[in-house]
């Protein structure tokens, strides 16, 4: 039998705060402007140019820090990383190495097999984010952008507690879901304002020692990130079972080629002559502030599960679906609020609201339209105005358009047909043009009817009233 191996996983998660202007200078952090249009001297790095920090950075990284059980740091201070890079415009970068804002927290994850347990947090701290190089292969050289430059940071550095792929998805999955509870930022990995970087070493089960670790970067999915994994640790295994040497080195993942390269050797911290900022004072943060960030603490998802079942009286399973990104939370919560009817507004956000977003390949933080309008249509609905086959069709120019679904009815003339003297011609002339399923009914056949109600449904244009077709067809079907 081969030697048992184990994996040992740490993260240093960054997420990109969602202030309005950057964080040391007054420039819009919006995602996509045209290249260095969000620019100033502050954040392209010129002479002279002094940075001002942003107070609202300070209180989303503690307000961070107080959800993942942190102590924060009452006096920290902003330190110089030194290092040459294009995207660098100042060539060093305004970080937090010696008094980081926030220390030694946790955070409780559960796993999909219901295995809970606690992941240690090392430190959070503030930093500014770099531009980004734009590579033009055609011409042969690379443009830079500087509009991400001075985006505010925090770098959530976790202790190497994970041991699984999957208990590093539960990690992040409870780290977005809180810091989008917390409106600190939006966390989209595929806009880049959350990432992950993966440190990950083998090494043979029970041994005390620590292996060598890798650095994994450029990792923008829940999906890459679990493959990098898998592939990296096999790739530490093979080395180690052949006699190498895996060297400590940072690592690119290419999720097209599920393949990782070697980018650099890693580096020690003292390589990048940190040293403090001279420009910047030196933080004080007191009680009375950490008690009014904490006062404003939102309800986090445990929370709300469990007030979802106790208001509204709602299954846990809807409790966990709803709760399970904050748009769907509040767009629930809003249409419940307006039309006063949980268990409809659950049931239409789960149904047919989840099944749009799979099919036009879309996240639940992408839906737009307005819980008046979600409220609009169900109202529509509970009072017969139209049924349910029209609703489905309704819903969907609601969740395309944010249509008023009342004027949208008007408008397509969809209103329910309750009119029994047309619907009674109706039914007649299906009887009429399908004898062959009258005689399956009267034969005892029950399934005919059901062919009888499509045929009605179909003439009438999905107007009619289904209750009133049933009960006329069964009415003339009896005589």
């Keep these: 039998m081969g030697k048992q191996y184990e994996t040992v996983i740490g993260l240093e998660v960054h997420v990109e705060l969602a202030t309005k202007t950057k964080i040391f200078c007054g ?22 140019a002094l940075p001002v920090l942003n107070r609202q950075v300070v209180e989303y990284a503690i307000a961070v820090g107080l959800a993942t059980n942190c102590e924060i740091t009452k006096n920290c201070k902003f330190d110089r990383k030194n290092y040459f890079y294009p995207d660098n415009p100042q060539n060093y970068q305004i970080s937090q190495l010696y008094l980081p804002i926030c220390r030694n927290g946790r955070v409780e994850i559960e796993t ?33 952008d500087f509009n991400r430059s001075g985006v505010p940071l925090i770098e959530i550095v976790s202790e190497p507690d994970m041991r699984s792929a999957e208990e590093v998805i539960a990690y992040l999955e409870k780290l977005r879901l809180m810091i989008q509870y917390l409106g600190a930022s939006d966390c989209k990995l595929q806009e ?26 450029n990792l923008n999915s829940f999906r890459a990130i679990a493959r990098a994994i898998e592939n990296e640790k096999n790739r530490q295994i093979d080395i180690m079972e052949a006699g190498g040497t895996v060297v400590q080195e940072t690592r690119r993942w290419d999720d097209l080629k599920e393949y990782s390269f070697a980018m650099r050797s890693k580096e020690d911290a003292k390589d990048y002559r940190y040293f403090p900022d ?10 009375a502030w950490i008690a009014k960030i904490k006062a404003q603490e939102p309800e986090f998802r445990t929370e709300k599960m469990a007030r979802y079942q106790a208001e509204y009286g709602l299954p846990l399973y809807d409790a966990e679906i709803l709760t399970g990104t904050k748009r769907l939370a509040d767009l629930f919560e809003a249409t419940a609020a307006i039309c006063g009817k949980p268990k409809k507004v659950s049931n239409w956000l789960m149904g047919e609201t989840m099944r749009l977003c799979k099919e036009r390949e879309m996240d639940a933080d992408e839906i737009r339209f307005s819980p008046e309008n979600l409220a609009g249509l169900i109202a529509l609905t509970e009072a ?27 408008e397509k003339g969809l209103k329910t047909v309750h009119d029994e003297g047309a619907l009674r011609s109706t039914v007649e002339q299906v009887l009429k043009n399908n004898p062959k399923s009258v005689e399956d009914y009267r034969n005892g056949k029950e399934k005919a009817i059901g062919f009888l109600v499509g045929q009605t449904m179909k003439l009438m244009k999905g107007k009619a009233n289904p209750g009133m077709v049933n009960e006329i067809l069964r009415e003339l079907l009896s005589k």
Excluded at 134 to 142: A, F, L, N, Q, V
Aim: include cysteine.
């Design 27 to 48: 420039c819009s952090t919006a995602f996509g402007g045209a290249p260095n249009t969000h620019t100033c001297p502050v954040c392209t790095g010129m002479p002279g």
């Design 192 to 217: 880049g304002s959350m990432r992950a970087d993966v440190n990950l070493s083998v090494r043979e089960a029970g041994a005390k020692e620590l292996g060598t670790r890798t650095e994994m970067k």
């Design 384 to 410: 017969g105005t139209i049924n349910s086959s029209v609703a489905k069709e309704v819903f969907e120019h609601v969740f395309a358009e944010d249509v008023d679904p009342e004027r949208y009815v008007e």
């Design 112 to 144: 999909e097999q219901g295995c809970r347990k606690d992941i240690g947090i090392h430190e959070i701290h503030m930093e500014e984010d770099a531009g980004k190089l734009i590579h033009d292969e055609w011409e042969g050289c690379s443009f830079v």
């Design 278 to 287: 001279p420009d910047l004072a030196p933080l004080r943060i007191d009680d």
